[in-house]
């Protein structure tokens, strides 16, 4: 019983995300070419997707009506970084339930 709910509550989370990710959508800009065009930079927000090898920096980017979000993942060897990547998205529609 208790492998079937947690079967649903899977389910239903994974249709959330898609929604979610559904609003964002992939832009060919760089971070600095959305700052060079007047969008305001928030403060990163730091996620740590595993205590020592990767770490993601999503900022947030925002020009009057328009919304960008760039992230950052840096994942690390020994205190070396051994990968690096950062993508862009433009939102797309406002988010709704």
């Known amino acids: 019983m208790k492998l ?7 389910s ?13 959508q992939p ?3 760089t971070l ?15 996620l740590h997707l595993s205590p020592f090898d990767r770490v993601q920096y999503r900022y947030y980017l925002i ?3 328009a919304i960008a979000q760039c992230t ?3 994942t690390t060897r020994k205190a070396i970084v051994v990968d690096k ?5 433009d939102l797309a ?5």
Not at 4 to 10: E, F, H, N, P, S
Not at 16 to 23: G, I, N, P, R, S
Not at 85 to 89: E, G, P, Q, R, S
């Open 4 to 10: 079937v709910g947690l079967a649903v509550i899977a």
């Open 12 to 24: 239903s989370l994974a249709t959330v995300a898609f929604a979610y990710e559904d609003q964002w």
């Open 27 to 29: 832009s060919s800009k």
């Open 32 to 46: 600095s070419a959305y700052v060079a065009e007047g969008y305001a930079l928030s403060q990163p927000v730091v």
């Open 63 to 65: 020009k009057g009506q």
């Open 72 to 74: 950052e993942d840096v």
């Open 85 to 89: 990547v950062l993508a862009c998205a």
């Open 93 to 97: 529609t406002p988010f709704q339930k």
